[in-house]
């Protein structure tokens, strides 16, 4: 069986897997990493997001071997020990979480977006989450818990992926 080797969440691993393995499949059942949910299994509904190498990725559709010698992130990875990312904090504070299952993906897309804009509005966060499905909260609390993180980022001068935040 072939190997990949990835770092995840800032840990080196080494793994064996089908070469028809998802990212998804090794992450869940080779690194036992269950945020990235199994919810589609066909890149719709966006539960399986990572970032692979800072870019948004639905890792059910991602063979496994693309992420060979790249960086994934998951949303284990998000938090510092005992320190939630703000994006974490403001999906509690705001609600914007109800069943949990769809709440990974939210907050990796949102990295995503906040990553490459700090200041995004409305409708720029819709369109960030046009690849996440939400059959609980209807959105509404989960666009304000990621507008309430990217005002706190940029007022505290927050650093998202290794940018500060102006």
Not at 17 to 46: S, Y
Not at 107 to 123: C, M, S, V
Not at 148 to 158: I, N, P
């Amino acid at each position: 069986m072939p190997t990949l080797k990835l770092k995840v969440n800032g840990r080196d691993y080494k793994v064996e897997a089908e070469p028809t393995a998802t990212l998804l499949e090794v992450l869940r059942d080779k690194l036992l990493i269950t945020g990235p949910k199994v919810g589609c299994n066909t890149g719709d509904c966006g539960a399986c997001s990572v970032l692979l190498n800072g870019q948004l990725v639905k890792s059910c559709i991602t063979n496994a071997f693309i992420s060979d010698g790249c960086e994934v992130i998951t949303v284990e990875g998000l938090a510092k020990p005992g320190e939630l990312h703000p994006l974490q904090k403001a999906f509690y504070e705001y609600y914007g979480a109800q069943c949990g299952f769809c709440t990974p993906g939210m907050l990796i897309a949102a990295k995503a977006l906040l990553d490459e804009n700090p200041n995004p509005t409305r409708e720029e966060i819709k369109e960030a989450l046009s690849g996440n499905l939400c059959r609980c909260t209807g959105y509404v609390k989960i666009i304000e818990a990621i507008m309430a993180a990217a005002r706190e980022l940029r007022e505290t001068g927050g650093v998202i992926a290794g940018k500060e935040v102006s």
